[in-house]
């Protein structure tokens, strides 16, 4: 029997994608014209313009022909910084408009009032009911480890990944809390992201996605866990075949399989491109698997899991 993740099913192409920047129509640095043909340059095939609490549908570069998701960043702004620095923000990427998104073009929803999570989830709720999908963004730079959000609900992904925090702050660089939710068998899928600002953090994480190039396709894609993440190495497959684990990748000099409730396990090699990981296990049953693969750069690329129970 073989357990392949979904990204890795049939043999559609896979798109690149960018699910968190900024332009100055917030706080970014480049126009979003600027934005989206820096992104064509570098191979993007979709990009959402995720300006904060300012909703975004148009294509204002659409001779590159990127792919635009509508979408904004919404948050609860912040904590008195006499208690401390704490926030949730998130990424909402959504359908068109005639297709029953409920944001508007331009629309500025105003900044939510949760000092927790659970004061949080009705503004979540609204964004779903609006049919949009969330990520959980940059949970390490927002001072929230998993406990301070891992009761969300309806998060269809959180970032593994952010490029901002990780290049500016050292933090948000390889799935922070990811494997505290998972191991609470919360089914989340792990992104990686951009959330540019400076230039110097556009193009550095972004999503390989299984679908056509079609908003609705990709969302649906997204939402199904037909993607995976990277920072620059390509992940091929991954799969469990025959009580073992395999990956296949572009050169590598380690791939690691990771699990809650697991040490990790690590092959390690001069450009390897295959890994197989043996499930027999002294520390139990495995919940769930995922792997990352990482290059002769210290660059990583991240599966989604596969679920085992």
Request: proline share 5%; charged share 25%.
């Amino acid at each position: 029997m073989i357990l392949r993740q979904q990204a890795f099913e049939g043999n559609g192409k896979m798109l690149k994608g960018g699910l968190h920047c900024h332009t100055t129509r917030s706080d970014g640095a480049l126009s979003p014209e600027e934005t989206i043909r820096y992104h064509a340059q570098n191979g993007y095939d979709f990009l959402a313009l995720t300006d904060h609490k300012i909703y975004n549908f148009q294509n204002f570069a659409p001779e590159t022909g990127v792919t635009v998701i509508p979408g904004m960043e919404f948050d609860n702004g912040r904590m008195p910084c006499d208690i401390g620095f704490r926030c949730f923000h998130t990424v909402c990427i959504g359908p068109k408009k005639e297709d029953g998104n409920g944001f508007s073009q331009d629309e500025r929803p105003e900044t939510a009032n949760a000092p927790d999570q659970e004061a949080y989830q009705p503004y979540l709720d609204e964004i779903h009911a609006k049919k949009n999908l969330t990520v959980y963004c940059h949970p390490q730079w927002s001072s929230t480890p998993a406990r301070y959000f891992e009761k969300l609900k309806g998060n269809f992904a959180m970032e593994i990944w952010n490029s901002g925090c990780a290049l500016h702050c050292d933090m948000d660089a390889d799935a922070a809390y990811w494997d505290e939710l998972l191991g609470q068998g919360i089914r989340i899928y792990g992104v990686a992201t951009d959330d540019g600002h400076s230039i110097d953090s556009h193009c550095r994480g972004w999503v390989m996605v299984r679908a056509e190039n079609d908003v609705n396709a990709i969302l649906k894609a997204l939402e199904e866990g037909r993607f995976y993440s990277s920072c620059g190495p390509e992940i091929y497959d991954f799969r469990v075949e025959d009580g073992k684990v395999i990956v296949e990748c572009s050169a590598a000099a380690r791939i690691r399989l990771q699990s809650d409730a697991h040490p990790t396990v690590v092959r390690i090699g001069e450009g390897l491109t295959r890994a197989e990981f043996d499930l027999a296990s002294w520390c139990g049953p495995y919940a769930y698997v995922r792997a990352t693969v990482v290059d002769s750069s210290g660059r990583l690329a991240w599966t989604n899991p596969i679920y085992l129970d």
